[in-house]
T-cell receptor, first 117, second 112 residues
Framework: AQSVTQLDSHVSVSEGTPVLLRCNYS??????LFWYVQHPNKGLQLLLK??????LVKGINGFEAEFKKSETSFHLTKPSAHMSDAAEYFC???????????????FGTGTLLAVQP | NAGVTQTPKFQVLKTGQSMTLQCAQD?????MYWYRQDPGMGLRLIYY???????DKGEVPNGYNVSRLNKREFSLRLESAAPSQTSVYFC???????????FGQGTRLTVV
């Protein structure tokens, strides 16, 4: 079965410093991977996705992630944090069985990012 | 386009009461999902529907039923609510395959 592990439940950075949110996945197939963001009391918004094209994926709001098959990782980065980046971030793997019609998106437990002024 | 619309946004139930959460999408997506979100546990899949007329269990289906009414609508029913079902519920939809899902704004349910 596919799964995803977010290595930090909380990350705190200062405004203007780099952000690194770590994610490792387990998959028996070629996975699709996603990062979603959830601002307080809001729904979930897609930040970026990897679907076997370029291994470095750029998303919205200056975020990017690199797919590393040898390390089974898909870490999310941003060069310079902004106060508006404070939110919860979810790493997600797509559990698509061969020949399957739909993907079950399997969520990590989330990383809460705090940005200090 | 409204995207994914869930109703209601908030609900308080007494233990043993029943209710149905409604979800509709206007993106012509094939697949629809119901998740619950609890602190520290991420989102867990309750049920999903790969296409109109099909439904399948996810990770935590006990205590829930679903109906894929048509391509647009996917409802979640709690027949006899329990305090353990206090949670935030999200409906989502996608084209299927390896595509991303789009989420509704959530329903905050409290069972007392």
């Amino acid at each position: 079965a596919q799964s995803v592990t977010q290595l930090d439940s909380h990350v705190s950075v200062s405004e203007g410093t780099p952000v690194l949110l770590r994610c490792n996945y387990s998959s028996s197939y070629s996975p699709s991977l996603f990062w979603y963001v959830q601002h307080p009391n809001k729904g979930l918004q897609l930040l970026l996705k990897y679907t076997s094209a370029a291994t470095l994926v750029k998303g919205i709001n200056g975020f990017e992630a690199e797919f590393k098959k040898s390390e089974t990782s898909f870490h999310l980065t941003k060069p310079s944090a902004h106060m508006s980046d404070a939110a919860e971030y979810f790493c997600v793997v797509s559990d698509l069985r061969a020949g399957g019609a739909t993907n079950k998106l399997i969520f990590g437990t989330g990383t809460l990012l705090a940005v200090q002024p | 386009n409204a995207g994914v619309t869930q109703t209601p946004k908030f609900q308080v139930l007494k233990t043993g009461q029943s209710m149905t959460l409604q979800c509709a999408q206007d993106m012509n997506h094939n697949s629809m999902y119901w998740y619950r979100q609890d602190p520290g546990m991420g989102l867990r899949l309750i049920y999903y529907s790969a296409s109109e007329g099909t439904t399948d269990k996810g990770e935590v289906p006990n205590g829930y039923n679903v109906s894929r009414l048509n391509k647009r609508e996917f409802s979640l029913r709690l027949e006899s609510a329990a305090p353990s079902q206090t949670s935030v519920y999200f409906c989502a939809s996608s084209y299927g395959g390896n595509t991303e899902a789009f989420f509704g704004q959530g329903t905050r349910l409290t069972v007392v």
